[in-house]
DNA sequence: GTCTATAGACGGATAGAC
DNA sequence: GTCTATCCGTCTATAGAC
């Protein structure tokens, strides 16, 4: 292991992160408070503000990443012909993602509306929502019927929305992984 | 109309549920003040304190039916003979109930995590979670394997969640519906 | 049934010492 | 980097007049 810059003396901001996403997740954004947070760090909420601006903020630092995998995945799409193969691929690339941040999902997931007015209110406009709706456009085309865009939301809301329910009481996550790919798969035919 | 008993002065106490519902399912629970509510209805806070003990005691007043109706759903289930038809059976009086009730859905997704801490105080442990568990149970048998369990949870899950995420763009609930059932019905084939 | 007024607690955020 | 101390806002809920 090599310096890379200044080491910092402590871990405690990526520790901020691991407790603000397992209580953010469990009891909701707007119920867990900073103080909260801070105790089970055994430090004070004056040293959060140090790591980070805001209670937003602590969200923006773990969301941000996966945001940004749902562009590139996104972006990649639109220069793919569309038909079967690209479908397969968008649908293997995104439950890749789910998978590899189950966790900000779950949070995602468990605070929807908090979500909403969170993403609001920033200039980027970080919505959740608009990106559902552009991957549903590029799984079906622009013109498609109600049935099949409703299937094809179906599709990516079910990767997320099920492996949250069942996460828990399973051992062995790529075989969940493929039975998510397996299902999305088949929705959209 | 007859008489039924005394009837109220004002309605005041449905049009509390309705707009706090509809504030609920978009800003959040936590996030919606009781001055909030009733500034919309044009009233006081200590108003609504005569309609309801509490702001807990709001959400109960319009979930409680719908976890009936769940109860119903489940009861009847379990007095069934195991099959495909007791299966697409009871699929179809599930869509029924998520449909006939789409604004109680809606608020129980957006806000997934302040159900759940507001579910686990009450004796009663009237739980989402469970339910669905128990769904699951009898949608498979008990010792079905991983990828038939995950399908009948993602069978209705999609459900209520497909449905919230196009609901507003949709003319005809009534088409939605069949989509919705026809969905569900495949997946746990 | 609805009001005014207020209690009592807790929230996010900041200033400044060390 | 972390602390103590504090500001100021908002919230739920209640007491008591009308």
Redo the contacts between chains.
């Keep these: 292991m090599q310096h890379t810059g200044v080491a910092p003396r402590t871990d405690t901001r990526s520790r901020v992160q691991k407790v603000a996403l397992e209580l ?8 867990t408070s900073l103080r909260e947070i801070a105790e089970r760090l055994g430090v004070t909420k004056a040293a959060l503000y140090y790591h980070f601006r805001s209670k937003e903020d602590i969200v923006h630092s773990f969301t941000d990443d996966h945001y940004a995998r749902l562009d590139g995945l996104i972006d990649w799409a639109k220069t793919q012909p569309p038909g079967e193969q690209t479908r397969h691929e968008m649908l293997t690339r995104y439950v890749g993602i789910v998978f590899g941040g189950v966790e900000v999902f779950r949070f995602i ?6 979500m ?2 969170l993403e609001s209110k920033g200039d980027r406009m970080a919505r959740f ?1 608009s990106r ?1 709706d552009t991957m549903v456009d590029l799984l079906t085309g622009p013109d498609a019927p ?2 099949t ?3 094809a ?2 599709a990516l ?2 990767v997320s ?2 492996c949250m ?2 996460w828990d009481s ?1 051992h062995d996550p790529a ?2 992984q493929a ?2 790919l ?2 999305a798969t ?2 959209t035919d």
């Design positions: 953010f997740a469990e009891q909701g954004y707007e119920k997931e468990q605070n929807r509306a908090a909403q007015t929502r559902l109600l049935r865009r409703v299937r939301a179906a809301i079910s929305a099920t329910v069942v399973v075989e969940l039975i998510a397996e299902l088949d929705i």
